[in-house]
């Protein structure tokens, strides 16, 4: 009502100013009929208001859209986050796998290692190794001795370490039980032989050791 | 979200937790890794080890260390642990402690309930001790379920129509079969059989024999007492067992595997699917004796049953699947990871009893076999077109699978390989994808070993390569979109038989599904526009809007694309004048 009041009150206010001001210089060609005025200034209003209401339509379906592209930002962050743990859950199971086929070659280059360190050149009475084979495998073993270092130094880098078991005690969560033996010698739980070497990455157990362990 | 309920598998030798989430069931992972060993043990501090630490001190102290408790289950018995006594389902407990405890972790918050998986044989002692068991763990064990039960629901919880599934279950040590009925979610079983001591292990075994009489006969030593070699025996074995799953062929090598009067022994061998699978018949054949044992106590023959799901790692050995279809004449499915078929099947009753609504577990397979043509019988008779499979149906994919063939005459210098989608034993009633020769073979006798390889990915890209095992002289073409496009070629024959019966509407209707152009769907979309306006518009402008609809509609029937412009652009204005 108030609204509707005021709004006569301007009218009114208006309608003094127009009949009290001296339109003449305006008008002198052609007099404005106070009532088309009224009416068009009537459709303006109008064609404010629907403008108006057009202008807060507008907003209201952009608010909405600016929350919907929120929730769907949100979602789709969540989904790529989801995707990227997943991502690097699945790189690391393939690294953890390549790696632990690469730990394999380094399983069998020490073997041979450690079989041409067995060697010893027949010296009998009557019998003994040539010179020159001798040189040869105690050549070859050098050689392995080295591609094994440089395997090792390899693994190094790529932050794998062997675990150190042998003469340590027994450790469930670095190392498996494959054999255990007497050595009276020696405490109870003490790992007397590495069967197969374990390795960590990083912090995290790659390959578990493969030990003989003493038992009294 | 506090009271999600977990789903358990509480095995004989491993143990998994799984749960549902959005709708799919996944196991829980413990640093990356998604079983956990059933076994317990007490460390020298005196702290409890379960899993993998436990299993690790086994045989240095097997006095405090505990395995396979399930077979003590509802046996009014002690173990000794660390000299105190214990009850079967006080150990239980001690595992399915640690599964919720993986499984808090995983979900950040407690866990209080979850669903259990049973063998369908255990009876109510037995499941009374694994209901106490969890409670000692702290948890509510809101249902018991049987473990082919589990594994039926992973295949066909939204299953509506009643179906009766056998269940093969083989394990590292136990198998069982069971034969269940499935409708709306719920499983009846109907018959159950099994041997408490036959699984997996037991080919393994088979190969480490094989692998110790090889390195008897060949360097005349006894292997079996040296520990370090026969572990690696064992793994070799083990991984041979594996490899054997996709191709022909294995070369078993373990360089430097001992020490002979100062000289390093080395093992070479060879082992032939084939000779493999001799050495594992018999085990095969009592499953099989159990599966026909099962379907007698279901009251049931072969032709009733609907499917069949292999569950339990050792199922991946293919001449099991291959000993079924031959039984039963479908393949069986097992895409679904057999080592963990019950645990997801545990998650979906979990998640089933929250009114959880449960997806099938996605897995890519191909829906087809694919296979060559080769020389053998076909109802009794010598055919060249027995077809041999190769990439067996419901494979997961990406899959990649060998076989080996053989040259049938004297100084064959070619063969023509063909590759077929189907299922027929006779190769012509399949659909032929492709076909190449390969030439310039070994002049050598009759029986020249060519392997074919077929690898099919997930875009349905079939690689076939043919390889001449003497000489390494290989052939390889690639066959492109080798699962959509016969599904295209069905889909045609498809319609073509409806428009065969309908006539020419089906045929129309199959051109609409054609793409359309841009302007054509903006014409759509201006003739949507106008018919809503209809109601606010004056009686004239609706005359108009129908007029320039009409145009348009017939314009578009007649696909003219290039006279749509000018009467779309008008109706645009005019829409554009009306709603303004």
């Not at chain 2, 036959?198 to 190969?207: K, T, V």
Request: glycine fraction near 6%.
């Amino acid at each position: 009502m108030s609204n509707a009041l005021s709004t006569d009150a301007v009218l009114d206010d208006f309608r003094h100013y127009l009949e009290a001001t001296d339109f003449a210089h305006l008008t002198a060609q052609q007099p404005e009929d106070l009532t088309t005025l009224f009416t068009d200034l009537a459709g303006l209003k109008n064609e404010v208001k629907s403008q108006s209401r057009q202008f807060k339509a507008t907003l209201d379906s952009l608010e909405q859209a600016v929350s919907t592209l929120t929730e769907d930002n949100q979602a789709l962050r969540q989904a790529l986050e989801d995707v990227k743990t997943q991502a690097t859950r699945h790189a690391e199971t393939i690294e953890r796998s390549v790696l632990a086929e690469i730990l394999d070659f380094y399983d069998r280059l020490d073997e041979a290692y450690q079989a041409l360190s067995h060697y010893r050149p027949v010296n009998r009475l009557f019998r003994h190794s040539k010179p020159q084979d001798v040189t040869f495998i105690e050549r070859l073993k050098q050689g392995q001795e080295i591609t094994r270092r440089r395997f090792l130094e390899w693994l190094q880098k790529n932050h794998i370490t062997p675990i150190d078991c042998l003469g340590q005690p027994f450790d469930a969560n670095t190392m498996r039980t494959l054999a255990v033996g007497h050595d009276a010698k020696q405490d109870h739980g003490t790992v007397l032989a590495v069967m197969r070497s374990g390795f960590r990455h990083h912090d995290q157990v790659l390959r578990l050791a493969e030990v003989k362990v003493n038992k009294l | 979200m506090n009271d999600i309920i977990i789903g358990i598998d509480l095995g004989t030798t491993n143990s998994e937790v799984a749960w549902v989430e959005n709708g799919q069931a996944s196991v829980i992972t413990d640093q990356g890794k998604k079983i956990l060993p059933s076994v317990v043990g007490v460390d020298d501090q005196g702290n409890i080890l379960i899993g993998e630490t436990a299993r690790n001190q086994y045989l240095l102290y097997p006095e405090r260390t505990v395995k396979s408790i399930k077979r003590l289950m509802g046996q009014d018995t002690q173990v000794n642990m660390a000299g105190k006594m214990y009850q079967p389902q006080e150990i239980s407990a001690m595992i399915l402690k640690r599964l919720k405890a993986i499984a808090e972790q995983h979900l950040g918050h407690s866990v209080s309930k979850a669903v259990i998986t049973v063998p369908a044989y255990f009876s109510d002692a037995q499941r009374q001790a694994t209901r106490e068991a969890g409670e000692i763990a702290g948890l509510d064990v809101v249902r018991m379920i049987n473990e082919p039960t589990a594994a039926a629901l992973v295949y066909g919880a939204g299953q509506t129509e009643a179906k009766r599934m056998l269940v093969y279950d083989l394990g590292g040590g136990t198998f069982d079969v069971s034969v269940v009925n499935i409708q709306d979610g719920v499983v009846e079983v109907l018959s159950s059989h099994g041997d408490n001591h036959l699984g997996g292990d037991d080919f393994d075994q088979q190969i480490i024999n094989h692998i110790a009489s090889h390195v008897k006969t060949e360097y005349g030593l006894n292997i079996a007492g040296d520990t370090k070699a026969m572990a690696r025996i064992t793994r070799a074995a083990e991984r041979a067992k594996i490899e054997l799953s996709n191709q022909p062929f294995v070369r078993i090598e373990e360089e430097y595997l001992t020490e002979q009067d100062g000289n390093p022994v080395h093992l070479s061998l060879e082992l032939a699917r084939s000779d493999y699978e001799t050495l594992i018949e018999h085990f095969i054949d009592a499953t099989l004796d159990a599966v026909h044992i099962a379907l007698q106590g279901a009251q049931l023959t072969a032709t009733d049953i609907d499917d069949i799901i292999l569950v339990g790692g050792s199922t991946r050995t293919p001449c099991i699947r291959e000993r079924l279809f031959d039984q039963f004449g479908f393949e069986p499915h097992g895409e679904v990871d057999p080592d963990l078929c019950v645990a997801l099947g545990a998650a979906t009753q979990a998640a089933m009893i929250q009114g959880i609504s449960v997806d099938t577990v996605l897995v890519d397979v191909t829906p087809y076999t694919y296979g060559t043509s080769a020389l053998g019988y076909l109802d009794g008779e010598m055919s060249p077109y027995r077809f041999v499979p190769i990439i067996h149906k419901n494979s997961v994919l990406p899959t990649r699978h060998s076989e080996a063939f053989q040259t049938v005459y004297d100084g064959q210098e070619t063969v023509i390989i063909k590759i077929f989608q189907g299922e027929d034993p006779d190769a012509l009633n399949n659909i032929e994808i492709g076909a190449f020769t390969v030439e310039n073979l070994k002049d050598v006798p009759a029986g020249n070993t060519i392997t074919l390889t077929l690898e099919l990915d997930l875009n349905g890209l079939l690689k076939v390569s043919a390889r001449e095992k003497a000489t390494g002289l290989e052939k390889t073409v690639t066959i492109d979109n080798a699962i959509a496009r016969f599904e295209q070629e069905q889909l045609s024959d498809a319609r073509q038989r409806v428009s065969d019966l309908f006539g020419e509407a089906a045929a129309d209707e199959s051109e609409a599904t054609a793409p359309e152009s841009e302007r054509i769907k903006a014409a759509r979309l201006a003739i949507a526009k106008a018919e809503s306006l209809f109601d606010q518009v004056t009686l004239e402008d609706r005359e108009d809007l129908s007029d320039m609809i009409e145009t348009l509609t017939d314009l578009i029937a007649h696909d003219d694309e290039a006279a749509l412009v000018e009467p779309l652009e008008q109706l645009n204005d005019m829409l554009y004048y009306l709603d303004h």
